[in-house]
């Protein structure tokens, strides 16, 4: 069974930058494709972005292209989401998910295993 914990959410400023980690235990991390996705109050949780198992492709959402950038490190089991040039309609919370196959789908229902969240709030 994979546990999946988030680190790194916090409060900036329009313009700043915040870096979320997600540390993975349980089954190899390698196995397996990691995401992020956010819920922001009223609005159904999104896709992100996505790394794929092996060849480590990458897919964003539009809304992030240019200024997140998703990354793992197999040897900590963990995936990072960098996110600059944060603006006030990224406050949201964070989930980190793993999907347990190589691909990488923008839907939600595709994810296996879902992390408890973690809150970015960027403020004008």
Aim: glycine content about 10%; aromatic content about 10%.
């Amino acid at each position: 069974q994979v546990q999946l914990v988030e680190s790194g959410g916090g409060a900036v400023q329009a313009g700043g930058s915040l870096r979320l980690s997600c540390a993975a235990s349980g089954r190899t991390f390698s196995s397996y494709a990691m995401g992020w996705f956010r819920s922001a109050p009223g609005k159904e949780r999104e896709f992100v972005a996505g790394i794929g198992r092996s060849d480590r492709s990458t897919a964003y959402a539009d809304s992030v292209k240019g200024r997140f950038t998703i990354s793992r490190d197999n040897a900590k089991n963990t995936v990072y989401l960098q996110m600059n040039s944060l603006k006030p309609e990224d406050t949201a919370v964070y989930y980190c998910a793993a999907r347990f196959r190589q691909v990488v789908v923008a839907t939600m229902a595709s994810w296996d295993v879902w992390g408890q969240g973690t809150q970015v709030t960027v403020s004008s």
